[in-house]
């Protein structure tokens, strides 16, 4: 009994040391939720060519994928804020098919161009009911380009039509807008493609347009085919930077269409799908990609 009195301490200590070795924890992690990336869809310049834009987001939106944030230069800038106002893709065919050209041209004498761009200016305004770019119900971005300057400006608030048309001014075609006692002209000088925008306006995720048409060999004829020629030579560098900073591309065919082609609208729309078709795999791909690179 001595030594079983004498044994019973020792237990009790190697009992209590033994209840106070702690488990190690096993942490449950919760699983991630995916996030869903800010897109934007950047529509580049191309005067009639810009009907394929139509196309792209007819086609985009068959697929569930609606942009958050709206860029556009010159002609982009056109259907653009026309889709940022609330219309789908389909709502925006109906009205480039029934578009006459007469409601965009306003003719006057001037050396500094030929065509006002009043009427563009009340097109747009009309249609988007007076709504100013902030009231837009899609976040919206206009490239232009700041004359005096050579800076590019984005318009994020004002007059939607006033952006637009300061937007699609091409140089010596449009007289150059004046908006705050500042003149601009086309957006596609210094941004083809308004990637860069989307970017500084908060996007993830970028899919541009390109509608420009590479230069082309042998000689110019023809006024808007020497300034198609001019424009893309002069753009080369600023659209191969822009188009870097893009996630996916899309290039419709519209080489064969001329820039003051109105009546080739149904073939550019169609190029259009047909070239956003081909990329979905890779959209949806790269979306996925990006939504679990933001997760983690």
């Given at each position: 009994?001595?030594?079983?009195?004498?044994?019973?301490?020792?237990?009790?200590?190697?009992?209590?040391?033994?209840?106070?070795?702690?488990?190690?924890?096993?942490?449950?992690?919760?699983?991630?939720?995916?996030?869903?990336?800010?897109?934007?869809?950047?529509?580049?310049?191309?005067?009639?060519?810009?009907?394929?834009?139509?196309?792209?987001?007819?086609?985009?939106?068959?697929?569930?994928?609606?942009?958050?944030?709206?860029?556009?230069?010159?002609?982009?800038?056109?259907?653009?804020?026309?889709?940022?106002?609330?219309?789908?893709?389909?709502?925006?065919?109906?009205?480039?098919?029934?578009?006459?050209?007469?409601?965009?041209?306003?003719?006057?004498?001037?050396?500094?161009?030929?065509?006002?761009?009043?009427?563009?200016?009340?097109?747009?305004?009309?249609?988007?009911?007076?709504?100013?770019?902030?009231?837009?119900?899609?976040?919206?971005?206009?490239?232009?380009?700041?004359?005096?300057?050579?800076?590019?400006?984005?318009?994020?608030?004002?007059?939607?039509?006033?952006?637009?048309?300061?937007?699609?001014?091409?140089?010596?075609?449009?007289?150059?807008?004046?908006?705050?006692?500042?003149?601009?002209?086309?957006?596609?000088?210094?941004?083809?493609?308004?990637?860069?925008?989307?970017?500084?306006?908060?996007a993830d995720f970028v899919i541009a347009v390109?509608?420009?048409?590479?230069?082309?060999?042998?000689?110019?004829?023809?006024?808007?085919?020497?300034?198609?020629?001019?424009?893309?030579?002069?753009?080369?560098?600023?659209?191969?930077?822009?188009?870097?900073?893009?996630?996916?591309?899309?290039?419709?065919?519209?080489?064969?269409?001329?820039?003051?082609?109105?009546?080739?609208?149904?073939?550019?729309?169609?190029?259009?799908?047909?070239?956003?078709?081909?990329?979905?795999?890779?959209?949806?791909?790269?979306?996925?990609?990006?939504?679990?690179?933001?997760?983690?």
């Open positions: 009994m001595t030594l079983l009195r004498r044994l019973m301490p020792a237990s009790l200590l190697v009992l209590l040391a033994a209840c106070t070795i702690t488990q190690p924890k096993t942490e449950i992690t919760a699983p991630k939720v995916p996030v869903k990336p800010r897109v934007a869809l950047a529509l580049g310049g191309g005067a009639a060519k810009g009907f394929a834009h139509i196309g792209v987001i007819k086609v985009l939106e068959a697929n569930g994928i609606v942009p958050d944030i709206i860029t556009g230069t010159s002609a982009g800038s056109v259907v653009g804020s026309l889709y940022a106002s609330g219309l789908n893709g389909m709502q925006l065919q109906a009205k480039a098919m029934q578009l006459d050209e007469s409601e965009l041209t306003d003719w006057t004498l001037s050396t500094k161009g030929f065509l006002k761009g009043e009427k563009l200016e009340n097109y747009i305004n009309t249609q988007l009911g007076n709504r100013p770019i902030e009231k837009l119900p899609r976040k919206l971005g206009i490239v232009a380009t700041e004359l005096d300057s050579g800076q590019k400006v984005v318009f994020r608030m004002g007059n939607t039509g006033q952006a637009v048309r300061a937007s699609a001014s091409i140089p010596n075609v449009f007289l150059p807008v004046v908006i705050g006692g500042k003149r601009y002209v086309d957006g596609g000088l210094v941004s083809p493609v308004p990637v860069s925008a989307a970017r500084e306006m908060g390109d509608i420009s048409a590479k230069p082309k060999p042998g000689k110019a004829t023809g006024l808007f085919s020497m300034l198609d020629q001019s424009f893309n030579i002069m753009s080369g560098p600023t659209l191969a930077a822009e188009l870097k900073q893009a996630d996916v591309v899309i290039r419709p065919n519209v080489l064969n269409i001329g820039s003051a082609d109105f009546e080739a609208r149904h073939q550019a729309i169609l190029e259009g799908e047909k070239a956003t078709q081909q990329l979905i795999p890779l959209l949806r791909s790269r979306l996925q990609q990006k939504s679990l690179a933001l997760s983690r």
